[in-house]
């Protein structure tokens, strides 16, 4: 089969360019969690492309694989971690940003020649056959895995399922017993002399305002910076805040 439709062809240029654009933006976005992103583009439109080329097998493992499970999890793990915009303005090595892209371009220009002169003239022949023979692509696929590549295909689920393991066992953190708090030792914490193990009140409550940001009072009349969330600013109460409240009638 030479001849190319035009469907086929019109969604290889629309599908192509929206993943040389994610490519690009996943190299010049400055933030991690939008070059993720623009990755993602990327991988959904290769998946695409395997699809319209009759290989939905391919195209299904691409985005489920690499798009839903593997790039999601680089996804959440910046999110979680957190990356600053300003990581990426750093050079440690002067000149590297100018460099990289122009061996980049050149990279990309020799590989893109090679390839247009490799199979510039190669007809497309045995993609119907091969997936006719089984009962299709999926079924084309399964056949040669478990016969004829049987062996290297458990000894890369062997090795992926060690690369799992021996990263979990790095990432493990032994602790000694005394570091392990149990609940006696949380308790002795909680009523050792000089804390107060009673429930705090409210921040605003038997205050004389009503905001957040003003601390509660203890049964003292003095107030309790534990009742004032850490993440918020202390704030000053004006004096007619500060002045006792009168019942009105």
Known sequence: MNHVSTAEAVGFWILGSLAVI????????????????????????????????????????????????????????????????????????????????????????????????????????????????????????????FTRYVFAFEVTSALLITAAVGAMVLAHVERAKSEIANQVSRMTERFRPGNYPGAKAGPGVYANTMSVAAPGRLPDGNGSERTISPILPVRELTAQEAAPKGTEK
């Open 22 to 145: 994610g490519a690009l933006g996943m190299v010049i976005a400055r933030n991690a969690v939008h070059s993720a992103l623009w990755l993602v583009q990327t991988m959904l439109c290769l998946g695409f492309i395997y699809v319209i080329n009759s290989a939905p097998f391919l195209g299904a493992v691409q985005i489920i694989v690499y798009t839903g499970a593997i790039m999601m999890l680089f996804l959440f793990v910046l999110m979680l971690v957190g990356r600053d915009a300003t990581d990426s303005l750093i050079e440690t090595l002067r000149g590297q940003r100018v460099a990289a892209i122009v061996l980049g371009v050149g990279f990309a220009i020799l590989i893109g020649t090679g390839l247009a002169r490799a199979l510039g003239d190669t007809p497309v022949i045995g993609l119907a056959e091969a997936n006719s023979a089984n009962g299709g692509n999926v079924q084309g696929l399964a056949s040669l895995l």
